[in-house]
């Protein structure tokens, strides 16, 4: 009997670029200006374009944006977006459409948080319904593509990435609603019956058109009834989480083969283990490094040392930091930081 043949999968990175005068605090990206995040994101999505595309990984891939006009980022913007399509990643105009309340308060530090969901309605506009969609933030990278599809979950089931955070543990560092316990106690409010759900991190979602498209109605439903009951919550992992404890969408963990790294030594998180068994890594700690170097030898046209890199995992460990840093190293990448804050 011949095996089932599946879709090409399609991989998503989505960014939003924002207005002027529009506040908002990206603490990871090592930018100010809106212009200057913009671009430090479309490096990060070059940089994971070409861990697929330099391993010859057989998947199709888009960015989700609304960005009009390239060249309102400047040269660089311009050349970033050019250098993407030449990697053949689809530019998909997308509008913004499910922002999140502006309660004043923190609204600078999540305003971005639901873009995730226009990305799902615009990439799987049009598509077969059982091809399987996989919406990354910008900050990741691919050592091993195939590792990661093969572990698709079958319909109607969404994959994720399990964040361990202890069941008190503020998540998103406002306060209200930003632990598993509060989640939990908010979800049995509203008639459900997981008192500790799993934290649903927003790094990786992928499922069909179909079962995405139903993720984001019950997003919404979710928001609107909150809403009317004076309660927002303030950024999507929360109210994926919600959706999860409600039974409004079947979750599958995928943390076996996908996980998010905190590289460098001035975080607190736990050091992941057997870093090397995973095949994709969020390192939200490499936006203005190793992601920056790596988007810089395409920019340049000197892709050779990044392809013999991804090529062995050993030395894609290394080159994105994510085996750990020794002193030499670190010296290495802060002057490497300050040679880039001087050309500024």
Same mark, same amino acid.
């Given at each position: 009997?011949a095996?089932?043949q599946?879709s090409t999968? @399609?991989?998503?990175?989505?960014?939003?670029?924002h207005? *002027?005068?529009?506040?908002?605090?990206?603490?990871?990206?090592r930018s100010s200006?809106?212009?200057q995040?913009a671009?430090?994101?479309?490096?990060?999505? &070059?940089?994971?374009?070409?861990?697929l595309r &330099?391993?010859?990984?057989?998947? *199709?891939?888009?960015?989700?944006?609304?960005l009009g *006009?390239p060249?309102?980022?400047?040269?660089t913007?311009?050349?970033?977006?050019?250098?993407?399509?030449s990697?053949?990643v689809q530019i998909m105009?997308t509008?913004?459409?499910?922002?999140?309340? *502006?309660?004043g308060e923190?609204?600078?530090?999540?305003?971005?948080?639901r873009?995730?969901?226009?990305?799902i309605?615009?990439?799987?506009?049009?598509q077969?319904a059982?091809?399987q969609l996989? /919406?990354t933030?910008?900050?990741?990278?691919?050592?091993?593509?195939e590792?990661?599809f093969a572990a698709?979950?079958?319909?109607?089931e969404?994959g994720y990435?399990?964040?361990?955070y202890?069941?008190?543990?503020?998540?998103v560092g406002?306060?209200?609603?930003?632990?598993?316990?509060?989640i939990?106690a908010?979800? /049995?409010?509203m008639?459900g019956?997981e008192?500790?759900?799993n934290?649903?991190?927003?790094? @990786?979602l992928t499922?069909?058109?179909?079962?995405?498209?139903?993720?984001?109605?019950a997003c919404?439903?979710?928001d609107?009834?909150l809403?009317g009951?004076g309660?927002? @919550?303030?950024?999507?992992?929360?109210?994926?989480?919600l959706?999860?404890?409600?039974g409004?969408?079947?979750f599958s963990?995928?943390?076996?083969?996908a996980r998010r790294?905190?590289?460098g030594?001035r975080?607190?998180a736990a050091?992941?283990e057997q870093?090397?068994?995973?095949? &994709?890594w969020h &390192?939200?700690s490499e936006?203005g490094?190793?992601?920056?170097?790596?988007a810089?030898?395409? /920019?340049a046209n000197?892709?050779?040392r990044?392809r013999?890199?991804?090529?062995?995992?050993?030395?894609?460990?290394?080159?994105?930091?994510v085996?750990?840093?020794g002193?030499?190293?670190r010296?290495r990448?802060?002057?490497?930081l300050?040679a880039?804050?001087?050309?500024?």
């Amino acid at each position: 009997m011949a095996g089932i043949q599946r879709s090409t999968p @399609l991989v998503v990175q989505y960014l939003y670029v924002h207005g *002027d005068g529009e506040a908002f605090f990206y603490p990871t990206s090592r930018s100010s200006s809106a212009v200057q995040v913009a671009n430090r994101y479309l490096e990060c999505a &070059l940089a994971q374009a070409a861990t697929l595309r &330099l391993r010859e990984v057989d998947c *199709d891939l888009a960015l989700v944006t609304n960005l009009g *006009d390239p060249a309102s980022l400047g040269g660089t913007g311009a050349k970033l977006i050019a250098r993407l399509e030449s990697l053949g990643v689809q530019i998909m105009p997308t509008e913004y459409r499910h922002r999140p309340v *502006d309660t004043g308060e923190h609204y600078k530090d999540y305003i971005s948080s639901r873009y995730v969901l226009d990305a799902i309605l615009a990439a799987g506009e049009g598509q077969p319904a059982d091809r399987q969609l996989w /919406l990354t933030d910008l900050d990741c990278v691919w050592p091993d593509a195939e590792r990661v599809f093969a572990a698709t979950p079958p319909a109607p089931e969404i994959g994720y990435v399990c964040i361990p955070y202890p069941p008190e543990w503020d998540a998103v560092g406002f306060g209200a609603h930003g632990t598993r316990t509060a989640i939990g106690a908010l979800a /049995l409010d509203m008639g459900g019956s997981e008192r500790l759900p799993n934290w649903v991190g927003g790094e @990786l979602l992928t499922g069909t058109p179909p079962v995405l498209r139903a993720l984001v109605e019950a997003c919404v439903q979710i928001d609107r009834r909150l809403a009317g009951e004076g309660v927002m @919550l303030a950024t999507e992992e929360q109210t994926l989480t919600l959706v999860g404890a409600l039974g409004l969408a079947q979750f599958s963990d995928l943390s076996e083969v996908a996980r998010r790294i905190l590289t460098g030594p001035r975080h607190g998180a736990a050091k992941v283990e057997q870093p090397l068994r995973y095949g &994709l890594w969020h &390192l939200p700690s490499e936006k203005g490094l190793s992601l920056r170097r790596a988007a810089n030898a395409m /920019l340049a046209n000197r892709p050779a040392r990044l392809r013999r890199d991804l090529a062995d995992p050993t030395r894609a460990a290394r080159r994105f930091n994510v085996a750990g840093t020794g002193i030499a190293r670190r010296v290495r990448d802060d002057g490497w930081l300050i040679a880039q804050r001087l050309r500024r």
